[in-house]
């Protein structure tokens, strides 16, 4: 499931990355137009990619736990601060936080983060 869930990081987030990067019309209906907050987004989207490929390699339960706990919440805040649950955005990160919460339940019950 760990794996299954930074892959799904990776996958995603690539394409929203390139997408921000070269400011395509898809992304300004769905994120608006470039802002130092859309910036900071893709900071943000840019780490978590970053940080996921490196745990494929670097298998620490704590730090996945810490990656996925931050994402569900931020993501699960997201309908709260956009105001709207029809965001393609917004959709896309109420899936992955429930994909992700699988994934942290499953850690918990196979006692990874008890050492």
């Known amino acids: 499931m760990i794996t299954a869930s930074l892959i799904l990081n990776i996958v995603v987030l690539i394409p929203v990355c390139l997408s921000l990067v070269l400011?395509?019309?898809r992304v300004k209906k769905s994120a608006g137009i470039?802002?130092?907050a859309r910036g900071v987004l893709?900071?943000?989207y840019m780490t978590i990619a970053?940080?996921?490929?490196?745990l494929l390699f670097i298998t620490d339960s704590k730090l996945v736990f810490a990656l996925f706990f931050m994402q569900i919440v931020y993501k699960l805040l997201t309908p709260i601060?956009?105001?709207t649950f029809k965001n393609p955005i917004v959709i896309?990160?109420?899936?992955?936080?429930?994909?992700h919460s699988v994934t942290v339940f499953t850690m918990i019950q196979e006692g990874l983060l008890i050492k």
């Open 34 to 36: 470039f802002t130092p």
């Open 92 to 99: 896309s990160n109420v899936f992955i936080a429930i994909f």
């Open 50 to 54: 970053i940080a996921s490929g490196l």
């Open 23 to 25: 400011d395509l019309e």
């Open 81 to 83: 601060t956009v105001r």
């Open 42 to 44: 893709l900071a943000m």
